[in-house]
């Protein structure tokens, strides 16, 4: 069944959702993190080979680096989405595949996007994005996470200079009515396009307990005894679960390079 075409926005703003295949890591190390921000710089503020400045690619007006997954709020400018995900994308997983040894494609399938056609939408997207840390389980406040746009809109950027229209956003919302937006947990019920549960992080105690009543495991490295063909599938289906690589590694004391053939 051929794809169907993206849904086009009258504003030439998407929410866009970028996730590693079969729910891995895409971020492995601090200066991933730091690697994918440069490319969304290159986008905001692309320049040629002589340092000269180029027609802006796009607008970024919000951003968050999950460890398996990323969100934008991202405007169209010179090029269109699909070129500038692909232009982020391939470059992103050529860096990772050459650090990594890794093999075949690293993100899952092509990206989501959903077009932004409204304010209200526009600034509920703010919001969700700056709070998936907090629905990941990765911190309790969304000033400690270092990898979203959230630094820039307090006027402390985490890494390098800001990369997001954080005045456009401000000239119609202040900052006081919108931090204390930000920091209004959203309702479970919220109609935002996302991955399913699947794609969020799992705690160990999570892990341990998939293992145990799917496979009766009565600890993660006794999975070392099995062949290599049932160790492989157990592995493949945990990840699927939303377990890590490094998370699986660290449980069962199995390889990483071995963990992320597996599938």
Not at 96 to 119: A, C, I, M, T, W
Not at 214 to 222: A, Q
Request: charged share 25%; proline share 5%.
């Amino acid at each position: 069944m051929p794809r169907q075409p993206r849904t086009k926005s009258v504003t030439g703003i998407y929410h866009v959702m970028l996730r590693g295949i079969n729910r891995q890591l895409i971020f492995e190390q601090e200066s991933d993190y730091r690697k994918f921000i440069d490319l969304l710089r290159q986008m905001v503020s692309p320049t040629d080979e002589l340092g000269k400045p180029l027609p802006q690619r796009c607008v970024l007006y919000a951003y968050c680096l999950m460890p398996n997954h990323v969100h934008l709020l991202i405007q169209e400018k010179a090029e269109d989405l699909s070129t500038v995900i692909w232009r982020i994308a391939s470059t992103f997983a050529m860096y990772y595949n050459v650090k990594y040894e890794h093999y075949g494609h690293l993100f899952q399938d092509r990206f989501r996007s959903e077009p932004v056609n409204d304010v209200a939408y526009f600034y509920t997207l703010i919001r969700y994005i700056h709070q998936n840390p907090i629905a990941g389980g990765l911190c309790e406040n969304i000033d400690y996470y270092e990898w979203s746009s959230w630094g820039e809109y307090m006027g402390h950027p985490r890494y390098g200079s800001p990369i997001c229209a954080t005045s456009s956003v401000l000239k119609r919302m202040p900052l006081k009515e919108l931090d204390e937006l930000v920091r209004t947990p959203l309702p479970k019920a919220a109609s935002i396009l996302d991955f399913d549960k699947r794609g969020c992080m799992v705690s160990d105690e999570e892990v341990r307990a998939f293992l145990t009543s799917t496979y009766g495991l009565n600890k993660p490295t006794d999975l070392q005894l099995y062949s290599k063909e049932r160790r492989d599938e157990i592995l493949d289906a945990a990840r699927n679960y939303g377990a890590s690589i490094r998370q699986l590694s660290r449980l069962t004391s199995i390889g990483i390079k071995i963990i992320r053939k597996a599938h």
